[in-house]
């Protein structure tokens, strides 16, 4: 099971990426638009951060265009996935890129058919935004839970990468349903270790500590 953080700030990730526990960086435009400066220079300084795979987006309508862009954000970094849009072009483009060895992953899947024709091009990843389903009242957890038996039934080696997550409760559940992957906003990551009890306990293990005098060094 893996940990993507879903982010282009390099300033989150870098702190983060000192835990070892990340396995790659999941960015889109709206993230890299947020960034001040040069797109391919943010990417490579993520790139260069953290050693998995960091999903750069295409933003080309036409699988020809997306498959040009995809040829200059590769150039970038070794380890730099394509993000490609579930439309038709991007399966195309998809199916292409695979063929020509490119790690992809498809993009903002909201159906377990949309994610059966991105198996079926050969996606690296599948990417089923998960809050976004919820927002318009679905339910993105059952989506997951879905795409995963779907995926099981015909052993697709695509990898469920578990998007758009706002809750500690939503990684939790896409885990126990078995995605192979979540992207996490930094903001949730620092929620999944933070407990009230472990503060209280640690408070109450040195206020005892320093009561009794005492001296590990
Ligand atoms: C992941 O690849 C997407 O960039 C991201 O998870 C979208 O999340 P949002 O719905 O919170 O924008």
Redesign the pocket.
């Known amino acids: 099971m893996k940990i993507f953080l879903?982010s282009s700030d390099i300033n989150e990730i870098k702190p983060l990426n000192k835990t070892g526990l990340i396995d790659g960086v999941?960015?889109?435009p709206?993230?890299l638009a947020k960034q001040q400066g040069n797109f391919k220079q943010i990417l490579k300084s993520i790139a260069n951060e953290v050693k998995g795979p960091i999903?750069a987006e295409v933003t080309a309508i036409k699988a020809d265009k997306m498959i040009d862009e995809a040829r200059i954000l590769q150039k970038i970094a070794k380890n730099i996935v394509i993000?490609i849009p579930l439309t038709l072009d991007g399966l195309i483009a998809c199916n292409y890129l695979i063929k020509k060895k490119f790690m992809v992953?498809v993009?903002l899947c909201f159906s377990v058919s949309q994610a059966l024709l991105a198996a079926k091009a050969g996606a690296t990843f599948i990417?089923p935004?998960v809050?976004?389903l919820d927002d318009i009242g679905e339910n993105g957890l059952q989506l997951i839970k879905d795409i995963r038996t779907v995926y099981d039934n015909f052993n697709f080696k695509t990898k469920i990468?578990a998007?758009?997550?706002?809750t500690v409760t939503h990684i939790q559940e896409v885990l126990k349903i078995g995605a192979d992957v979540v992207?996490i906003?930094p903001k949730i990551f620092h929620e999944l270790y933070k407990h009230e009890l472990t503060v209280k306990g640690l408070e109450t293990f040195l206020s005892d500590w320093k009561k009794s005098g005492k001296q590990i060094n």
């Not at 998007?163 to 706002?166: C, P, Q």
């Open positions: 879903d999941t960015t889109n709206s993230l999903s993000k992953n993009t990417s935004f809050g976004r990468l998007a758009s997550i706002r992207t906003p």
